[in-house]
């Protein structure tokens, strides 16, 4: 029986490349599954409506659950600084304390030139928790918050309630009836 050295060396060869390529392949491409199991929790944190509900034209008006609030009828004054002091509050129901922090959602939709700025508060308990989110207007064009606050450093408390501030001033030459839409977040840690 005669061997052919040269078919087997062939033979060998491409059968230990077949089984390198194959180890390579197996150790680059693999998969991990997981699974994943979601519940709903009803919020610890919402809103609440303040003191100065149906103040000055003010209508608080509460989403679903308390997780949302529309804010209608707030006034600015030309050339006058207006604070609405407890129009809404951050309630936490929970049993420990949270933090929280004001960021934009959206930008100012509305007239530009009438309004010199509107300004939002978390009015914490002591002031070096307060946290302002600040819109202003040069008269032409709005400068809105570079980004979130920073998260308040004491956090709410359980069973505490914070009011969100909201302070309003139109330029002297504002004219009457033009408005101004802004979404804010309230984030909770």
Sequence with gaps: MKINYRKSTKFILLLISTLIIASVSAATYYSLTMTSTIEVYESDVYFVVGSDNNTKGLLVTLGNKNTTTTLTGLRAYPNAS?????????????????QLRLAPETDPSGNAADFVYIKFLLNATSAGDR????????????????GPTSWTTTGIAAAAE????????????ATASNTVTIGITIDVD
Excluded: E, H, Q
């Excluded at 609405?84 to 949270?98: A, E, F, L, M, Q």
């Excluded at 946290?131 to 570079?146: A, E, M, Q």
């Design 162 to 173: 914070w009011p969100i501030v909201v302070m309003t001033k139109a330029n002297a030459t």
């Design 131 to 146: 946290k302002w989110l600040n819109y202003t207007s040069d008269g032409s064009s709005w400068t809105n918050p570079s």
């Design 82 to 98: 207006f604070t609405y002091t407890d129009p809404v509050r951050v309630r936490n129901n929970g049993s420990s304390s949270v």
